[in-house]
């Protein structure tokens, strides 16, 4: 099944509508109260942590679906700030509250907030924190915050599977962070290059769309003119670049093909040359390979003449004479 909400937007508001926002919002809040005192006082049986987890994902889901639709409808800022609290929760304990610039007007005291972080913090799984992560990374407030939070996953989590799904998340992040966010790229990045090959692999893959993010030409993207009925509504924000996405539309409903691509500097990524090095994995080469179409969009005619050519040089000289099949494959 396919719906085409995105095609309508006076049905989705008028769905909203009917159903009053106000009382989404208190059902929000009184499930996650519920969830709260499950959490407190029921003996911690897998069963029961399983049932916590799966009920918390659904709230995240669908404060997540709200979030796409708020294009079409108007959220209340205490909703907003909710839904950014909500898909803080899991890592509520694990830093000293207020928590920076994380907003608190949604009728809960920090100390409230705090045990919502206590008691539900540890019984989310990674499933849940990668669909937060995922919301955490497009929503539009607590800059500083969110972006502790994804120091926080990338440089202390000691689990690979959350580092990697933050690096998933870091270009949405920093299109939504803008310019002053992007130092993240080379505060974080090198350091993770040493975390093994399954790191190593989504750096690679994650490479393509910074360069598409340094441009500063991208834009967030709510929701698809297409959703499959199976997938979280949520599920399909993402960034979209001018230049490298075909399905990009400017205000207009154009895509202005007479534009030039716009430019970065080469320099960035240079130190991710090692990810081609002789010794490398086939498979993060092959992810390295299938980012070169976005870099090579906007780094080609750089003024960094040397960063250029050795980048040209590690990727077409080399990659055409790879020993590994599937990497000479994905070259060509
Ligand atoms: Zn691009």
Redesign the pocket.
């Known amino acids: 099944m396919k719906t085409s909400s995105a095609e309508n937007p006076s049905e989705v508001k008028e769905f909203f509508t009917n159903l009053g926002l106000s009382h989404l919002f208190s059902v929000l809040k009184s499930s996650l109260q519920v969830l709260v005192q499950i959490a407190e006082q029921s003996s911690r049986t897998t069963d029961t942590l399983t049932a916590l987890d799966s009920s918390f994902q659904k709230l995240v889901h669908t404060s997540g679906a709200l979030y796409c639709m708020s294009d079409f409808i108007h959220l209340p800022l205490d909703l907003c700030q909710f839904l950014i609290f909500l898909v803080s929760i899991p890592w509520l304990a694990r830093c000293d509250p207020p928590w920076i610039d994380l907003p608190h007007g949604f009728g809960l005291s920090v100390d409230g907030m705090a045990r919502v972080g206590r008691s539900l913090g540890p019984v989310i799984d990674l499933e849940s924190k990668v669909l937060c992560l995922h919301l955490l990374a497009a929503l539009d407030a607590a800059p500083t915050w969110r972006t502790q939070v994804f120091l926080l996953v990338l440089q202390k989590d000691t689990a690979i599977d959350a580092k990697i799904a933050a690096l998933k998340q870091l270009s949405l992040l920093l299109c939504s962070l803008g310019s002053f966010s992007f130092h993240l790229i080379s505060d974080v990045l090198p350091g993770l290059l040493s975390c093994g090959e399954a790191v190593q692999e989504e750096i690679a893959k994650v490479i393509?769309s910074l360069?598409?993010i340094l441009?500063e030409?991208?834009v967030i993207r709510k929701l698809k003119e297409q959703l499959s009925f199976d997938d979280p509504v949520c599920s399909s924000i993402t960034f979209l670049?001018?230049?490298?996405?075909p399905n990009f539309q400017n205000k207009t409903g154009n895509k202005d093909e007479s534009k030039l691509?716009?430019i970065v500097n080469a320099a960035i990524f240079t130190q991710y040359l090692q990810l081609l090095s002789p010794d490398t994995n086939a498979a993060i080469k092959c992810a390295f390979i299938n980012s070169m179409k976005?870099m090579f969009?906007?780094i080609a005619f750089t003024a960094d003449y040397a960063a250029h050519s050795s980048i040209v040089s590690a990727t077409c000289f080399d990659l055409i004479e790879d020993p590994d099949f599937d990497v000479r494959m994905a070259f060509r």
Do not use: K, Q
């Not at 670049?241 to 996405?245: L, R, T, V």
């Open positions: 393509g360069a598409c441009t030409n991208t670049c001018p230049d490298c996405d691509s716009a976005r969009t906007h």
